[in-house]
């Protein structure tokens, strides 16, 4: 696999059985769900990485343009950021759901570093819909129930205003 932003080949790291590829810059490829093995302070894989990636050099480049994704070579990437918090934007393959951190990225997220409860609820969205919002009609004589499985959301609430002021 080749870096995503020089073109250089990634290196393989294996840190607690489990394999990350790096590159000269300090940026980093997580295959799916792997990144939430490394993200929090408190866990020691996440620890080494942080110190590996430490070492290596950073290289100026605009991590605001789109890259295709390592393993996926012809998809882009979609940028979002990693957790409610918003302080750090990551770059996720919408084919294998892997994860690009940029240098410098995993130190941020390990100083913004998530509660479990904000894990739990990343790791669901990320399964579930890739951070994309479920917008549940609004309840009026032109629309069912909806399911009572749902749950309102601001978002959700303004779009039923809108569409109650169109009525």
Same mark, same amino acid.
């Given at each position: 696999?080749?870096?995503?932003?020089?073109?250089?080949?990634?290196?393989?790291?294996?840190?607690?059985?489990?394999?990350?590829?790096?590159?000269?810059?300090?940026?980093?490829?997580?295959?799916?769900?792997?990144?939430?093995?490394?993200?929090?302070?408190?866990?020691?894989?996440?620890?080494?990485?942080?110190?590996?990636?430490?070492?290596?050099?950073? +290289?100026?480049?605009?991590?605001?343009?789109?890259?295709? $994704? %390592?393993? =996926?070579?012809? !998809?882009?990437?979609?940028?979002?950021?990693? +957790?409610?918090?918003?302080?750090?934007?990551?770059?996720? $393959? %919408?084919? =294998?759901?892997? !994860?690009?951190?940029?240098?410098?990225?995993?130190?941020?997220?390990?100083?913004?570093?998530?509660?479990?409860?904000?894990?739990?609820?990343?790791?669901?969205?990320?399964?579930?819909?890739?951070?994309?919002?479920?917008?549940?009609?609004?309840?009026?004589?032109?629309?069912?129930?909806?399911?009572?499985?749902?749950?309102?959301?601001?978002?959700?609430?303004?779009?039923?205003?809108?569409?109650?002021?169109?009525?």
């Amino acid at each position: 696999m080749l870096c995503p932003r020089t073109n250089t080949s990634l290196e393989p790291l294996l840190i607690g059985g489990i394999t990350v590829y790096t590159s000269t810059q300090g940026g980093v490829f997580f295959d799916n769900s792997q990144i939430f093995k490394f993200s929090s302070p408190e866990l020691k894989h996440g620890q080494v990485l942080l110190k590996h990636l430490s070492d290596h050099i950073e +290289s100026e480049y605009d991590v605001s343009l789109r890259i295709n $994704c %390592p393993k =996926c070579i012809s !998809i882009v990437m979609m940028r979002r950021y990693f +957790s409610p918090v918003k302080a750090v934007e990551i770059d996720e $393959c %919408p084919g =294998c759901a892997g !994860i690009w951190l940029d240098s410098g990225e995993l130190a941020k997220i390990h100083e913004n570093h998530l509660t479990p409860r904000e894990r739990k609820l990343l790791a669901h969205e990320m399964a579930t819909n890739h951070g994309f919002i479920t917008i549940k009609p609004p309840k009026s004589k032109y629309y069912p129930k909806a399911p009572k499985n749902v749950q309102d959301t601001t978002v959700e609430r303004l779009v039923q205003l809108a569409l109650l002021n169109f009525e």
